[in-house]
């Protein structure tokens, strides 16, 4: 099962300027996908953030940046994605020649976006320019609308075996069901099973409703577990 | 200036069963209130991913978690944080009084949400629960109408100078801007300076606008930047 982290760069996230909207986007792509998506992080444009994320993620198959790829002083994440893996900035020829076909000149801003980590991979899609991967760490840009597009490039390297799920919901309290729960959740390890109460938001607050999930690349498992389930709400 | 950093602890989040809603919330609260976000996490509900996170953390003056703290299984926020913080959890004997007192039984999974890191600290709002702080770490529930009322009821502990901010918009294209945007970030560096070009979404993407964001606490560096960018473009 392919692994995945996400890393969205941006001051201007944690600030609130925009809101982010690749975040999301990932969420629900990499799951329909099939892949696992175990850790989602917003970091500032500084160079030791991005490094320190991109070292700690070396577990994961995938890692995905956002943002920070632009000619700007505070477009850092070639420099800390090279930083993370130990490797040095490289000038890409192929991008330079790029830079050079859509009429940009190369001066030291531009070149920027073509300094890359060692070991650099290229992949082209139907965009101009390609998807930059180093290692495990793919990097996209963060405007919207350019990351969804180059993402959907390359989206099948993120497949994996898709992920079933049900859902029960019901009137009875979380507290009243949880010790039966956890040995359902024990009984059946292959199923990821989730509990998420529902509150009113009036003014005495209360339990409404309570949503339970089950999840589970082994369709056997999740029946015997949603059948344990039912025999228990 | 107090700085924080946000951990949503939750497997529905990054598997996309729910919307995190208290990360956007708790951007747009932090900035209003004048706290600098410096990261934001989403974790699965393990005890070694949350522990880590609040490990790492150990620097800002807070960090708020979101989620993982009902009877159930799954819920493990208490024991992470506690962990995190290098220290043991212990019974707290305010929560099991008021634990019997909103009629809910003794059971083991109950008194999960009386298990919390020792050295903790209970700040009671208009809230029947208290918000469990302990060192660094404010935790809070996941379910979106709760969490807002808790964090409300604490909000003014998070209270820093406020920030001021200015914005630019031009038509001139980000990768002819950007060395002399360096130069102007160079010379106020009190004044954080963000550079966002808007992508039109059509068949031949293509740059239409860049936004200039200027923000700082110092009123009169914040203008004489605005004046210098006022003056490039």
Redesign the interface.
């Known amino acids: 099962v392919p692994t995945a982290a996400v890393l969205v760069v941006g ?9 982010d909207e690749n975040g ?1 986007y990932l ?2 792509r990499l ?1 329909e996908l099939g892949c696992d ?8 444009d500084t160079l030791d ?1 991005i490094a320190e994320e991109v070292a700690r993620a070396a577990g994961f198959d995938h890692v995905v940046t956002t943002g920070g790829v ?5 477009d850092l994440t070639f420099e800390g994605v090279a930083r993370g893996l130990g490797r040095p900035l490289v000038l890409a020829d192929e991008l330079v020649a790029l830079l050079a076909r859509s009429g ?1 000149p190369p ?4 070149l ?1 976006m073509c300094r890359v980590p060692e070991g650099y991979r290229l992949e082209f899609g139907r965009s101009s320019f390609p998807v930059v991967r180093a290692g495990n760490t793919w990097i996209f840009p963060g ?1 919207p ?2 990351f969804r ?1 180059k993402f959907e490039d390359v989206a099948n390297a993120f497949r994996g075996a898709p ?1 079933l799920t049900a859902r029960r919901a019901t009137s009875r309290r ?2 009243d ?3 039966a ?2 040995q359902v ?2 009984r059946f390890p292959a199923v ?10 009036g003014e005495r ?1 209360r339990e409404e409703e309570l949503v339970l ?1 089950l ?1 589970s690349r082994d369709a056997d498992a999740l029946d015997q577990a949603a059948e344990a389930l039912d025999r228990l709400l």
Chains 1, 2 share one sequence.
Not at 11 to 19: C, N, P, Q, R
Not at 107 to 110: F, G, L, Q, V
Not at 192 to 201: K, V
């Open positions: 001051d201007e996230i944690l600030s609130g300027k925009f809101t999301p969420i629900r799951r998506l175990r850790r989602l992080v917003v970091v500032p953030a632009g000619p700007t002083h505070d940009l001066t030291e801003a531009n920027r405007v609308s350019l597009k992920i979380e507290t069901l949880a010790e729960l956890a959740a024990a990821a099973i989730g509990s998420y109460p529902r509150w009113g938001d607050m999930t999840e």
